[in-house]
């Protein structure tokens, strides 16, 4: 089993910042790509931001120069580093990991984090 544990949401003024942690823990053999998603109440699940195993990201439009994702393969961590947030960031943010589990089947599995509340006050 694999284990994600979220920290770092919280209130928030516009204009002010925030920089979530997902830290994964178990059964890891290899970490592939790893993602922050959002929900809002009512509104599906989207993606905000993804970062490949080698490196490359991918944002949301919505976030695009304001929000940055990066990851410690190391100590099998990300971030996402929150700024200039908005009202419209107001949202659970759920962390994503694609992990596999052993180096036989080559199968993967993506794991959610518990979520943790963003709220940008106006």
């Known amino acids: 089993q694999v284990q994600l544990v979220e920290s770092g949401g919280g209130l928030v003024q516009t204009g002010g910042s925030l920089r979530l942690s997902c830290a994964a823990s178990?059964?890891?053999?290899?970490?592939?790509?790893v993602g922050w998603y959002r929900q809002a109440p009512g509104k599906p699940r989207d993606m905000v931001a993804t970062?490949?195993?080698?490196?490359?990201?991918n944002y949301a439009d919505s976030v695009k120069g304001r929000f940055t994702i990066s990851r410690d393969n190391a100590k099998n961590t990300m971030y996402l580093q929150m700024n200039s947030l908005k009202p419209e960031d107001t949202a659970v943010y759920y962390c994503m990991y694609n992990v596999a589990i052993d180096g036989g089947t080559g199968i993967r599995y993506n794991y959610w984090g518990q979520g943790t509340q963003v709220t940008v006050s106006s």
């Open positions: 970062i490949s195993s080698g490196g490359r990201t």
């Open positions: 178990g059964s890891i053999f290899s970490i592939y790509a």
